[in-house]
């Protein structure tokens, strides 16, 4: 029970900061003519869980619920996969000048089991930007 306590208590003490500038810029949603884009939001339908994420074959991050990354890349193929109890992947076949919204959910609970599924899915355009809106990025 105390631990319940105690993140609630953080999570009232944690105030919405104003966007960055590098938050600014990622929600202009512009197009990169020789790069592809592609924003992964995260949403959570349990607790307040995180999810370490290996981008292709080197970066790894690790994504809160209402949190977004973009990962700006060059066309081709390009893998996301979850790391964890549930393991869940998407390639996108990237385009110069296209951009790409995945969608990250997590469930599971504030314990030791932490994530029990996690599943990736594209998003068509305009529910992405809506998400990204209300996200904040990592």
Known sequence: MWRYVIVAALLAGCAQLPPGPQDIEARKFESI????AIYIVCESTSALLGAPLWLGQGAQITLWPGNYHRWVVEPGSHTIA???VSPASITIQAQAGRIYFV?????GAWSWEGVVNSTLKLMDD??????VRQA???
């Open 33 to 36: 003519p020789d790069k592809a």
């Open 103 to 107: 969608h990250y959910r997590l469930e």
């Open 82 to 84: 979850a790391i964890g």
């Open 136 to 138: 904040v990025l990592l």
């Open 126 to 131: 305009q529910a992405g930007r809506v998400r």
